[in-house]
Nanobody, 122 residues
Framework: VQLQASGGGLVQAGGSLRVSCAAS???????LGWFRQAPGKDREFVAA????????DYADSVTGRFAISRDNTKNTLYLQMNSLKHEDTAIYYC?????????????????WGQGTLVTVSS
């Protein structure tokens, strides 16, 4: 499985951005997640979605502003980010959890994309 994140860029605070993650290989039964890493900080959980999109989970810091979704026909994961804040600035990584659980623990994710940089100007 290979993951390719894209869609990052520079956006003003309060704006919106959608990042995508194209996946190759079989995704059936797998959960997908987004994590982010700001300069000088550890990688942190952002959102996760189970294999059929029926269950999602969000970090408290993004609840109500971000929305995770997946299109299994296109093997693509999305993260719609609204009302962006300067503190959302980070490299955003997509990841695949073969167990299908979609936990907040990054150790359960076996495959990772290369990341896409999101910069929010204040």
């Amino acid at each position: 499985v290979q993951l390719q994140a894209s869609g990052g860029g520079l956006v003003q605070a309060g704006g919106s951005l959608r990042v995508s993650c194209a996946a190759s290989g079989r995704l059936f039964g797998c959960a997908l997640g987004w994590f982010r890493q700001a300069p000088g900080k550890d990688r942190e959980f952002v959102a996760a979605i189970n294999w059929n999109g029926g269950r999602t989970d969000y970090a408290d810091s993004v609840t109500g502003r971000f929305a995770i979704s997946r299109d299994n026909t296109k093997n693509t994961l999305y993260l719609q980010m609204n009302s962006l804040k300067h503190e959302d600035t980070a490299i955003y990584y997509c990841a695949l959890d073969p167990s299908g659980l979609g936990s907040r623990n990054l150790l359960t994710y076996k495959y990772w994309g290369q990341g896409t940089l999101v910069t929010v100007s204040s």
